[in-house]
């Protein structure tokens, strides 16, 4: 059965094309500081000259030689058309994409513009987000389990328990004042490679996997255009296979594999551990933080099976040490969220991510300090 629902989480996720930077139609549109300009975008390549000129920099073109000269700010680059190979701040680089002439406008790709002319940059909707300034740190919010006000009788005293109504709110917020909620592959690049997100990126996470994410939260995420990671404890979605429980408002329902294998278009799951996220019995610590590097090497690699990413990882209740970070580095796991709150910066350990743990409690006054820097 896990061979079963790792296909078909595959081939969703193929069919989905869950690297959204490359999921572009031939004319994107491109918003730069929260602004659409007139020009679009070929494919993965976008109009060097508009999108310089509108952040405050040049570009002078060289007919004879094919090259032009950008200058934004304290970068400077010289590129040649057809050529991967480029200067920036006078040192020889290698770029991934050349650039092109297309209708007589020289194209260059996203990563150019983010890695080497300093603009935050991302891919969302059909549409390149670009920011003069870039975000320097990013919350990541952190859901359990969502309800109606009306429908919850049974965890009206669950911190960790909140109304679809104070969700909506919150990300009919983010959606108003220009978010963006960036990829885990994205973040990755962040963290490991340097290259810029776009200002006001949030991260927006959903732990243990309940059924309540796909009704509730799915829609509403939806609906205002965002992205989320959700983190399923996957022998529990395993356990259920393809018969999804209906919600049982007086519980805690959990997704099914086959519940986890909806809803890419906006989700992407990632690896909560797979049997080892209970407590231990005398209740201080969890089952992954006492299991030997192998057994949690192997828990981890058997999460995989139902995950779309396998370099992301939440622990379990928080809780982790360094036998946890080994086996997690020899999975293929690059970057791990505990639950202390703070931001991710450029310098974060990418084996100590914070998060914002919204709860029950939480007001509109705290949720815009958290996402605008201030908390």
């Not at 700010?73 to 050349?98: F, K, Q, W």
């Not at 389990?145 to 909140?162: C, G, M, Q, S, V």
């Not at 007086?250 to 799951?269: H, M, N, P, Q, S």
């Amino acid at each position: 059965m896990r061979k079963h629902f790792s296909l078909a989480i595959l081939l969703l996720a193929l069919a989905l094309n869950a690297s959204p930077l490359f999921a572009v139609d031939s004319n994107s549109d491109i918003i730069i500081d929260g602004t659409k300009i007139a020009a679009k975008s070929s494919g993965n390549l976008l109009p060097l000259r508009d999108i310089i000129e509108q952040t405050n920099g040049t570009v002078t073109w060289n007919g004879s030689a094919q090259q032009v000269i950008v200058r934004r700010g304290s970068h400077m680059a010289v590129l040649s058309i057809g050529s991967t190979r480029a200067t920036v701040n006078g040192r020889e680089v290698e770029l991934t994409i050349p650039p092109q002439l297309i209708g007589g406008r020289t194209m260059v790709s996203l990563c150019f513009l983010a890695d080497h002319l300093g603009l935050g940059a991302g891919h969302k909707n059909n549409s390149f987000i670009l920011s003069t300034v870039p975000a320097s740190r990013i919350p990541v919010l952190v859901y359990h389990h969502i309800l109606p006000d009306e429908a919850n009788t049974h965890f009206r005293d669950n911190a960790w328990t909140i109304s679809t109504e104070n969700f909506a709110e919150q990300m009919r917020y983010l959606r108003d004042n220009g978010f963006y909620t960036p990829t885990l592959d994205e973040l990755e690049a962040f963290l490991h490679h340097g290259r810029p997100l776009p200002q006001n990126s949030v991260m927006i996470h959903f732990d243990d996997g309940y059924y309540s994410n796909y009704v509730y939260a799915l829609p509403i995420l939806r609906r205002y255009g965002l992205r989320a990671v959700l983190f399923p404890i996957t022998g529990d979605a395993e356990a259920l296979g393809d018969v999804q429980p209906p919600m049982n408002y007086a519980a805690l329902t959990r997704a099914a594999a086959i519940t986890l294998t909806t809803g890419l278009d906006v989700f992407e799951t990632a690896s909560h551990s797979h049997a080892l996220h209970d407590r231990t019995p005398d209740g201080r610590e969890t089952m992954l933080v006492v299991a030997t590097h192998g057994e949690i090497v192997a828990d981890t690699l058997q999460s995989f099976e139902l995950v779309t990413n396998r370099r992301a990882y939440a622990y379990p209740l928080g809780m982790f040490n360094d036998t946890v970070i080994a086996a997690l580095q020899e999975a293929g796991i690059t970057m791990a969220f505990t639950v202390r709150s703070g931001y991710i910066t450029a310098g974060s350990d990418p084996f100590r991510l914070e998060r914002f743990t919204v709860y029950r409690e939480t007001s509109m006054a705290r949720f815009r300090n958290i996402v605008h820097g201030r908390a």
